[in-house]
């Protein structure tokens, strides 16, 4: 088994899906915040891109959520979650470019929102959850879940998105607004959150989400 640090924050997506990897393929690790935070100096000296995820594998450091989850399928192949048909790894590569592009970049627009006094100026809310809605809809016309995007057994693609969906109604709900989730995300998100590894980072970034937002409660 190799020695696994995982450093990350607790309301992060991107940490989420290396969480979540490493708990379906049954890793033992060691989770960790970054000292001094992320970006830090100090945190520079063990991960030098300085974002999170990172992990450090038998001492070596590696960044990146998606290399990350890519390097742990190589070092730990069962379950398998990429697929070894060329075209259907694309396909698994592409959902997971546009989770961090477009689903989690339009969600993480909110995070200022928040901070902000958004019950005198609400445009930015409803800027913000159009882009979300708009970018939930792109992905519904680019899967077909049955239940799981790539059919019976979950791949790295159904694993990016829960936590990401949860960030972002948790964020809707604290400013008194709703999310539409085309009614297949729906249904296949609902599906994922089954998996025990879902289950348990989806549990850890609601905490996390409902301890921040209390910061800014007035
Ligand atoms: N592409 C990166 C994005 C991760 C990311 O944006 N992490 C944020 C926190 S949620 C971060 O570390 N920001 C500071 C930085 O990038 O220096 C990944 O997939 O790991």
């Known amino acids: ?51 999170v995820p990172g992990v450090v594998i038998d001492g070596r450091p590696v960044s990146d959520s998606n290399a990350i ?58 800027t913000g959850i159009a882009g979300i809605e708009a970018a939930l809809e792109r992905l519904d016309t680019m899967v077909a879940p049955s239940p799981f995007i790539l059919g019976k057994t979950p791949c790295f693609a159904d694993l990016a998105y829960p936590v990401t969906l949860q960030m972002a109604e948790i964020m809707a709900a604290e400013m008194e607004r709703e999310i539409t989730v085309p009614d297949r995300i729906n249904t296949w998100r609902i599906e994922t959150a089954k998996l025990d590894s879902v289950a348990r980072s989806l549990i850890i970034a609601r905490n996390a989400m409902e301890g921040w937002m209390a910061s800014f409660r007035v």
């Not at 991107?14 to 992320?38: C, H, N, Q, S, W």
């Not at 396909?91 to 627009?109: I, P, Q």
């Open 1 to 51: 088994m190799p020695d696994i640090k995982l450093y990350g924050v607790t309301v992060s997506a991107f940490v989420a899906k290396v969480r979540i990897v490493l708990d379906m393929k049954g890793l033992a690790y060691e989770e960790l915040t970054p000292p001094d935070g992320y970006g830090s100096p100090t945190y520079r000296t063990i991960v030098p891109a300085g974002s």
């Open 69 to 126: 989850i890519e390097l742990l399928e190589a070092l730990a192949p069962e379950p398998r979650l990429m697929p070894e048909d060329p075209f259907k790894a694309a396909k698994v590569r592409s959902l997971l470019g546009f989770h961090d592009t477009r689903v989690e970049a339009a969600a993480r627009t909110l995070f200022p929102v928040i901070k902000s006094d958004w019950r005198a100026n609400s445009g930015p809310i409803d």
